[in-house]
């Protein structure tokens, strides 16, 4: 009978030996998921060239493992509300010959953004 004693405590300590291994494994899979989801993140922020350069050498495997979706649409959603004045931006013509400022026209003509593809 007291041989089994021991066996039973090895068998025990080999189990919690084993659980901590697990709980180490999952803590550190889950830090590694937390970093990678506030780099994309960070990473989503940027500017669009910045962003895109990440992603150049990221691959398909951050948008099987992180919500992309949701990330961008909240990255990108702006703090603009209805009745704000439009930001500022600057655009070449077509033929490149000059520049075009959104701000150059407040207050002399009306101007009509549209956003959208016409294909």
């Given at each position: 009978m007291e041989t089994a004693l021991p066996s039973i405590g090895?068998?025990?300590?080999?189990?919690?030996?084993r659980n901590r291994r697990l709980l180490?494994?999952?803590a550190c899979l889950a830090l590694?998921?937390?970093?990678?989801?506030?780099?994309?993140?960070?990473a989503m922020h940027q500017p669009p060239e910045?962003?895109?350069?990440?992603?150049?050498?990221?691959?398909?495997i951050p948008f099987l493992l992180f919500p992309f979706e949701t990330m961008w649409k909240s990255?990108?959603?702006?703090?603009l509300s209805p009745g704000d004045p439009a930001p500022d931006f600057t655009l070449p013509l077509l033929d490149h010959s000059q520049?075009?400022?959104?701000?150059s026209f407040r207050g002399v003509k009306?101007?009509?953004?549209?956003?959208?593809s016409y294909t």
């Open positions: 090895a068998a025990r300590e080999k189990k919690r030996k180490s494994a999952a590694l998921y937390a970093s990678g989801f506030a780099f994309f993140d960070h910045k962003f895109s350069r990440v992603m150049m050498h990221a691959g398909p990255a990108r959603a702006g703090h520049q075009v400022t959104l701000s009306p101007v009509v953004l549209v956003f959208g």
